[in-house]
């Protein structure tokens, strides 16, 4: 199967060359590392079976973020870690996109605009659930941020990952949204995005290079609902760690030119794009993101400052499950948390099913469990577990 690294190797040094002193270290650097990934240039470890005794040996990753053969694991081991912030409720799956003015911007202040697009978009969010004609509390936000389309073209936005309800201000309660099947309204909420983008930056002193008309537009925020806790994360986790281009897209390079397809967003066609490989390149680099940039980030209940509050609206959730679940003489709407006097509401005519969130918490369970690697498996007698042996750092092939 063709990959990255096989176009990076053959036109890598060419592309190095043509654009050296413009390069910037980072992409260099995941040129490199995709070129070494899992093979000699990194090293590897041994393996020994427990049961048969016989040896494997595999190549070590590179692990850079922007690398396609790394993030499937990446992407299973944060399912892995989200199992303990993740909510046994609903969730919605919202996508802000920076207008192609704001580009140019956003190009030459990455860090700035790319943080500022995560920060301003939950905090949007989070100013319209403030408002009980929405929700009334502080939602769960886990966003993402992706800068291409499906064609490698620039094109920055952000994935949001919200939950459906929040905790209320006192903390004595889970609310859920007023209208059923929906969080709060699009267009009020691009309004909002854009205003709190536009202010943050004038604040960074950036905002001269705009051109002004993009403050008169509209935006687009884009809302799904995308059910409980665990399908959300699995949903997410497409999203997390993809990075531009998967070697599965890659379909030719023939004299130097790069073939790959994309499926097209609003007829589901297969389409295919066939670049020369200098420009393919440059595509793919201007997707690298800034040496330390966090792409991931956490705010409202699961911020790393709202552990108190992300365990208390479990807590609550927990119980609303507990008592759904449990048959009862007297119909009630609220849950009692014994000594602390906290109850759950349900808001409008937005019904929590009773079995609904308790199989949420164990469909988390299941598909985290599920989706932490296994022991690597002999390939020899096809029981016996793989235990490491020994290991080398770099250029080293296979001791046989």
């Not at 053959?10 to 990934?37: F, K, T, W």
């Not at 996109?97 to 580009?103: C, D, E, G, K």
């Not at 536009?198 to 509209?218: F, I, M, Q, S």
């Given at each position: 199967m063709l990959e990255l690294a096989d176009i990076v190797r053959a036109a890598g040094p060419a592309y190095e060359q043509a654009h050296a002193g413009r390069m910037l270290p980072s992409h260099r650097r995941a040129l490199h590392d995709i070129v070494g990934c899992r093979t000699p240039a990194l090293g590897g470890s041994l393996y020994r079976c427990d049961d048969c005794g016989a040896l494997d040996y595999a190549y070590h990753s590179c692990r850079n973020r922007h690398c396609p053969k790394c993030q499937e694991t990446r992407a299973q081991a944060w399912l892995t870690r989200l199992r303990a912030r993740v909510l046994p409720c609903n969730h919605y799956l919202l996508t802000f996109t920076l207008p192609h003015q704001l580009r140019a911007v956003a190009r030459a202040h990455q860090k700035l605009v790319y943080a500022a697009l995560l920060r301003e978009a939950a905090a949007a969010v989070q100013t319209l659930a403030d408002?009980?004609?929405?929700?009334?509390?502080?939602?769960?936000?886990?966003a993402v941020l992706h800068t291409w389309s499906r064609t490698l073209e620039y094109h920055p936005h952000a994935h949001l990952l919200v939950t459906a309800g929040g905790l209320t201000p006192d903390g004595s309660a889970w609310v859920t949204p007023a209208h059923p099947r929906f969080l709060m309204p699009g267009y009020a909420l691009s309004k909002i995005f854009r205003a709190k983008m536009r202010d943050a930056l004038v604040h960074a002193g950036v905002d001269r290079a705009v051109d002004p008309t993009v403050w008169t537009r509209a935006w687009t925020v884009h809302i799904q609902q995308i059910g409980n806790g665990a399908h959300a994360t699995r949903y997410l986790s497409r999203y997390v760690y993809r990075v531009a281009l998967d070697n599965h897209r890659l379909e030719r390079f023939d004299q130097g030119r790069v073939t790959f397809r994309y499926t097209h967003a609003r007829t589901h066609e297969?389409?295919?794009?066939?670049?020369?490989?200098?420009?393919?390149?440059?595509?793919?680099?201007?997707?690298?993101?800034?040496?330390?940039?966090?792409?991931?980030?956490y705010y409202g209940l699961l911020s790393p400052t709202g552990r108190a509050d992300l365990e208390r609206a479990r807590h609550v959730l927990d119980l609303h499950a507990a008592q759904h679940t449990r048959p009862s003489r007297t119909a009630s709407t609220t849950t009692s948390l014994g000594s602390t006097g906290s109850t759950l509401h349900d808001r409008g005519n937005m019904n929590v099913d009773s079995s609904g969130v308790s199989r949420d918490t164990a469909h988390v369970t299941v598909a985290l469990i599920v989706a932490i690697p296994a022991a690597r498996t002999c390939a020899v007698c096809g029981r016996g577990p793989l235990r490491v042996v020994e290991r080398w750092r770099r250029s080293r092939a296979p001791p046989w």
């Amino acid at each position: 199967m063709l990959e990255l690294a096989d176009i990076v190797r053959a036109a890598g040094p060419a592309y190095e060359q043509a654009h050296a002193g413009r390069m910037l270290p980072s992409h260099r650097r995941a040129l490199h590392d995709i070129v070494g990934c899992r093979t000699p240039a990194l090293g590897g470890s041994l393996y020994r079976c427990d049961d048969c005794g016989a040896l494997d040996y595999a190549y070590h990753s590179c692990r850079n973020r922007h690398c396609p053969k790394c993030q499937e694991t990446r992407a299973q081991a944060w399912l892995t870690r989200l199992r303990a912030r993740v909510l046994p409720c609903n969730h919605y799956l919202l996508t802000f996109t920076l207008p192609h003015q704001l580009r140019a911007v956003a190009r030459a202040h990455q860090k700035l605009v790319y943080a500022a697009l995560l920060r301003e978009a939950a905090a949007a969010v989070q100013t319209l659930a403030d408002d009980r004609t929405w929700v009334g509390g502080t939602l769960g936000i886990l966003a993402v941020l992706h800068t291409w389309s499906r064609t490698l073209e620039y094109h920055p936005h952000a994935h949001l990952l919200v939950t459906a309800g929040g905790l209320t201000p006192d903390g004595s309660a889970w609310v859920t949204p007023a209208h059923p099947r929906f969080l709060m309204p699009g267009y009020a909420l691009s309004k909002i995005f854009r205003a709190k983008m536009r202010d943050a930056l004038v604040h960074a002193g950036v905002d001269r290079a705009v051109d002004p008309t993009v403050w008169t537009r509209a935006w687009t925020v884009h809302i799904q609902q995308i059910g409980n806790g665990a399908h959300a994360t699995r949903y997410l986790s497409r999203y997390v760690y993809r990075v531009a281009l998967d070697n599965h897209r890659l379909e030719r390079f023939d004299q130097g030119r790069v073939t790959f397809r994309y499926t097209h967003a609003r007829t589901h066609e297969t389409r295919r794009v066939t670049l020369p490989a200098d420009t393919f390149i440059t595509r793919f680099l201007q997707h690298v993101l800034p040496r330390g940039f966090t792409k991931i980030r956490y705010y409202g209940l699961l911020s790393p400052t709202g552990r108190a509050d992300l365990e208390r609206a479990r807590h609550v959730l927990d119980l609303h499950a507990a008592q759904h679940t449990r048959p009862s003489r007297t119909a009630s709407t609220t849950t009692s948390l014994g000594s602390t006097g906290s109850t759950l509401h349900d808001r409008g005519n937005m019904n929590v099913d009773s079995s609904g969130v308790s199989r949420d918490t164990a469909h988390v369970t299941v598909a985290l469990i599920v989706a932490i690697p296994a022991a690597r498996t002999c390939a020899v007698c096809g029981r016996g577990p793989l235990r490491v042996v020994e290991r080398w750092r770099r250029s080293r092939a296979p001791p046989w």
